[in-house]
């Protein structure tokens, strides 16, 4: 994409309508921070807990305004939730490009949103009917690696060893909760994992060792997805890889995330500073090589782009290798495994945000390619 010498113009994308809200902010504002200002621009383009886009604002006044109570930002918004729905979409599409500050129309979109509407490829595909390039994953690969029961099946269609699990919706569960509490205690046993499909950072997300527990945490996990995972719970240690690239990705180091909580849940992740990440992860170089080779695999099966985090367990007891999840997103402040994986493999944070912007436009070029009429 040629800019006739000028700074290329980057529009960062964060905050939204997500659980993931305040995480996006933290992420946000260490790539605003890092990204080369030699090179690049920065459009910055915040989305309210309610849906209302705030172009211009940065991470930190949107944080500080939501920290006052009852507080939104509304004299920047371009369009709003506020919008009735059945013409939402259409206004959206119609007055994009009015989302950006006049004279700032961006060359390249950096996505730094987690969780559902950025990261699952709600944005992804507003994006591409704007024909903006944009960092990471398209739309196909962006909602499998958010929905945990479709990307499962894929990895145990290709081979991968995945732990048992079962999914159901939230509808079925409120019309035979007892039906399934006795399919589950059936198939899987205790302890058992309980997750919303579509959500990240652990949110929503409980360990159950007896019936009432499941119970609890089923009813829990849907408020926040209208399909919950059941996952039988395996005594395992966590192992973690970051992938970088497109048709020919690269893989990181392994890494280990140890925690003295029951798993590594919420609060352990964001809330206190307990739990280590041991970078390179002490085991045998031959597993290392397994997990490196997974992860390709994976991210290659779930048509992922740019940049994703490949997560595994090893079971202690077998020593067998699951492949748990991929994250089309991660967290993305310097302290966070998937920047802290690129750095001991030899590249810098800023050099990792240079590369995913360069991968981003390889790959909006390559879709240029593509015939879009007869």
């Not at 090589?289 to 782009?305: G, H």
């Not at 436009?361 to 390619?369: F, N, S």
Request: negative net charge; hydrophobic residues 40%.
């Amino acid at each position: 994409m040629a800019t006739t010498g000028r700074k290329l113009r980057v529009g960062l994308f964060f905050g939204g309508r997500s659980a993931e809200h305040h995480i996006s902010l933290d992420s946000a504002l260490a790539v605003m921070t890092h990204l080369d200002a030699d090179k690049y621009d920065v459009v910055p383009i915040g989305i309210s807990r309610t849906g209302t886009w705030l172009p211009g604002i940065s991470p930190a006044a949107l944080l500080a305004s939501e920290r006052v109570e009852g507080s939104e930002p509304k004299d920047q918004a371009v369009f709003a939730s506020a919008v009735d729905s059945s013409d939402r979409s259409r206004f959206m599409l119609e007055h994009f490009a009015q989302a950006l500050p006049v004279n700032h129309a961006i060359d390249v979109a950096f996505p730094v949103m987690h969780g559902a509407y950025g990261e699952d490829g709600a944005l992804q595909g507003l994006l591409e009917m704007a024909g903006i390039p944009y960092v990471g994953c398209g739309v196909i690969g962006s909602a499998l690696g958010m929905d945990k029961e479709k990307m499962k099946l894929i990895f145990h269609a290709i081979g991968l060893l995945v732990v048992d699990s079962v999914a159901y919706r939230r509808q079925r569960w409120q019309r035979s909760p007892e039906t399934i509490l006795d399919s589950v205690e059936k198939r899987l046993g205790y302890p058992c994992f309980v997750k919303p499909a579509n959500c990240g950072s652990s949110i929503g997300v409980g360990k159950a060792y007896n019936r009432a527990d499941l119970r609890t945490l089923i009813e829990a996990a849907t408020e926040y997805d209208s399909k919950i995972v059941i996952e039988h719970a395996i005594d395992c240690r966590e192992l973690e890889c970051s992938v970088l690239g497109n048709c020919d990705p690269t893989v990181s180091v392994v890494g280990e995330v140890v925690t003295d909580h029951d798993f590594y849940d919420y609060h352990a992740k964001y809330l206190d500073d307990t739990s280590q990440i041991n970078i390179p992860a002490d085991i045998p170089e031959a597993l290392a090589t397994v997990i490196r080779e997974q992860a390709i695999q994976a991210f290659l099966a779930l048509d992922l782009s740019g940049l994703a985090r490949v997560d595994f367990f090893l079971e202690k007891e077998t020593d067998l290798l699951y492949i748990n999840e991929v994250n089309t997103l991660p967290s993305f402040t310097p302290q966070c495994m998937y920047p802290r994986l690129c750095a001991v493999s030899g590249l810098s944070y800023t050099l990792l945000l240079d590369y995913l912007i360069e991968l981003a436009l390889e790959r909006h070029a390559d879709r240029r390619r593509n015939r879009t009429c007869l």
